[in-house]
């Protein structure tokens, strides 16, 4: 079990109000990530859930009970953290069975979750390591496996990736992504990277300036998302907005398109503009096109014959156009 549901939940730091009177229903099983820029209020929406904060009103119901006010260690829920807090005079197996000691758990018992916990993790030929001698990934999935062996209702990741280099980050994403196969229990993920978001979550909230603009599956967000700020968040590069006449032409106000719904031509188009620089990734290339509507970015796949300072023609995918209002809301289809 571990559903959790929000019920009008807000919080002020004295008269700064934080988060707004907020509703979200998060279902047993569910890999939902909080994402949007720092500052949003993601995080402390997270220590709110944990118990590490108090609400200044509403509820928190976890498997239909009131914990609102209850200490985190009666909440079931298991939180791991930006920086790993393991104790470096411990070895990996009295780390993650430090939790099960100071509740007063059998050595025997202890021992037996955490090998279980360890094979999960593929922690086992580590146990009798201390974290110094551990890369910062395998302190990671320590991190985690000291949460694994309380079996909570719920997991709490607050950014937990933020401190490893880019190539571990992946991998560390698959491998929390396989957890939650595995363990099918509910987790809740914070995270200002919009691509961890995009590639984990069953279901992503959107957050902006403590309120949700939006919450949806990833392909939900990426195909209809219902206003500027979340269609300018999700998706990377960033949706390119025009405004003035190609967005009047449309009856709207802004005209936004992906970069990668754009066709690109050296003979005609739509649109027409001079590449400023081009970005050539391998599997893709990233133009940076200077338009008399603005600066506008574009992404092919693969290698494209084109250079910096060539006149290029632009077309936009018609079916993947968004339109939206002046009050930066989406116009419905």
């Given at each position: 079990m571990g559903k959790i549901v929000l019920k009008d939940v807000t919080k002020s730091f004295n008269d700064v109000n934080v988060i707004p009177p907020l509703n979200l229903e998060i279902n047993d099983g569910e890999f939902v990530v909080f994402v949007g820029p720092s500052g949003c209020g993601k995080s402390t929406l997270l220590r709110l859930i944990a118990g590490l904060e108090d609400t200044s009103?509403?509820?928190?119901?976890?498997?239909?009970?009131?914990?609102?006010?209850?200490?985190?260690?009666?909440?079931?829920?298991?939180?791991?953290?930006?920086?790993?807090?393991?104790?470096p005079h411990m070895t990996v197996e009295k780390n993650m069975g430090f939790p099960l000691k100071m509740a007063g758990m059998s050595a025997s018992n202890i021992e037996e979750k955490v090998k279980a916990a360890a094979e999960t993790l593929n922690l086992t030929q580590y146990l009798d390591r201390k974290p110094g001698q551990l890369s910062g990934g395998q302190r990671q999935r320590v991190a985690i496996g000291r949460a694994i062996v309380r079996q909570p209702s719920a997991f709490l990741f607050?950014?937990?990736?933020?401190?490893?280099?880019?190539?571990?980050?992946?991998?560390m994403r698959l491998e929390i992504s396989e957890l939650h196969q595995k363990l099918k229990s509910t987790m809740i993920y914070v995270?200002?990277?919009?691509?961890?978001?995009?590639?984990?979550?069953?279901?992503?909230?959107?957050?902006n300036a403590g309120n949700i603009e939006q919450v949806g599956?990833?392909?939900?967000?990426?195909?209809?998302?219902?206003?500027?700020?979340?269609?300018?968040?999700?998706?990377?590069?960033?949706?390119?907005?025009?405004?003035?006449?190609?967005?009047?032409?449309?009856?709207?106000?802004?005209?936004?398109?992906?970069?990668?719904?754009?066709?690109?031509?050296?003979?005609?188009?739509?649109?027409?503009?001079?590449?400023?620089?081009?970005?050539?990734?391998?599997?893709?290339?990233?133009f940076y096109i200077d338009t008399e509507m603005g600066a506008i970015t574009v992404r092919q796949s693969g290698e494209v014959g084109f250079k910096n300072g060539d006149r290029i023609f632009l077309t936009p995918q018609a079916n993947m156009i968004h339109l939206f209002d002046e009050q930066g809301v989406r116009i419905s289809d």
């Open positions: 009103s509403g509820h928190i119901m976890i498997d239909e009970k009131d914990a609102t006010n209850m200490s985190p260690s009666d909440r079931g829920l298991a939180m791991v953290f930006q920086s790993y807090a393991l104790y607050d950014e937990p990736l933020s401190n490893l280099d880019a190539a571990l980050r992946v991998t995270t200002h990277d919009q691509v961890e978001a995009m590639t984990m979550a069953d279901k992503i909230v959107v957050f599956t990833p392909v939900e967000l990426y195909r209809t998302p219902k206003n500027m700020f979340v269609a300018g968040f999700i998706g990377s590069p960033k949706m390119n907005f025009l405004t003035g006449e190609v967005a009047v032409k449309h009856g709207a106000t802004t005209l936004g398109i992906r970069p990668e719904h754009i066709d690109v031509s050296a003979e005609q188009g739509e649109w027409e503009g001079t590449i400023v620089l081009g970005e050539h990734l391998g599997s893709d290339t990233y």
